[in-house]
């Protein structure tokens, strides 16, 4: 890989808010002890949706089993469950009044069924105040733990494959494109939802990304997100090129032209952008 480029281009300036809407979102989660993806893996999004009152909440704990090289979630011997998590996520909802809520977590290879029966428990008992996308791991491609998490009924489960299939062994571990492509499958297959999502500027080349869209679209997976990479830190990998908007939005036009329900693409697309919108 090349070194990290830089200075960011002009289009990659996040507008930062610290209104009462977002003061109340952080606190409503630190008040239940709740982890946010939104701000364990920096995502630039993070103001803009904490001032439009909502969050993307991860489970599970905030430790993850894997150190995929993209991620700047920690990594390392995750704590035990609080199996008192899925009602403190509820007492969020509630504080918050969220009609929608997407749930993600870590990778827990550490637990028997990988966090299955946790991540069950947690969507059943969200979904009797709001709709839910579960953005769940691949949990090792094993069907009888994804069909525990499938029977609690999120309205959409979505799994990223994250980048194309040549640069998936370089940015992620244990993970690999064929194991996501078939949870993707198999999501579509039992009659849910499917979502997925990839990020550029890695080194991948614009014939991939057509195939990665058509690889998806094969499993029956009918909404994308994609958006840029931003190296998160240091240790993180370096980023190869920033994507000029335009050529996002050529990706959005292209995803819909090839049969994608739903495309978000955009320097700042992130999984869980505009998610509420993608309840088919």
Known sequence: MSEYVSPKPPWLRIKI????????VRRAVKQQGLNT??????????????GCGTATVMICGNICTRACRFCNVPHGKPL???????????????????????LTSVDRDDLPDFGAAHWAETIRAVKEHATVE???????????????????????????????????????????????????????????????????????TED???????????????IITVGQYLQPSLNNIPVREYVHPDKFEEYRLLALQKGFLHAESGPFVRSSYHAEKHIL
């Open 17 to 24: 808010s610290n209104g009462t809407l977002a003061a109340n």
């Open 37 to 50: 993806i939104c701000e364990s893996g920096l995502c630039p999004n993070r103001a803009e949706c904490a």
């Open 80 to 102: 035990p469950l609080d199996e008192k998590e899925p009602q403190h996520v509820v007492s969020t909802v509630r504080t918050l009044g969220l009609k929608h809520v997407v």
């Open 134 to 204: 579960g953005l769940i791991p691949d949990f090792q491609g094993r069907t009888d733990f994804l069909d525990i998490v499938i029977a609690a009924g999120a309205d959409v489960l979505s799994h990223n494959l994250e980048t194309v299939e040549r640069l998936t062994p370089q940015i992620r571990t244990k993970a690999t494109y064929k194991t996501s492509a078939e949870v993707l499958k198999y999501i579509s297959g039992s009659g849910v939802t499917a979502k997925s999502g990839i990020m550029l500027g890695l080194g991948e």
């Open 208 to 222: 991939e990304i057509k195939q990665t869209m058509d690889d998806l679209l094969s499993a029956g997976c009918h």
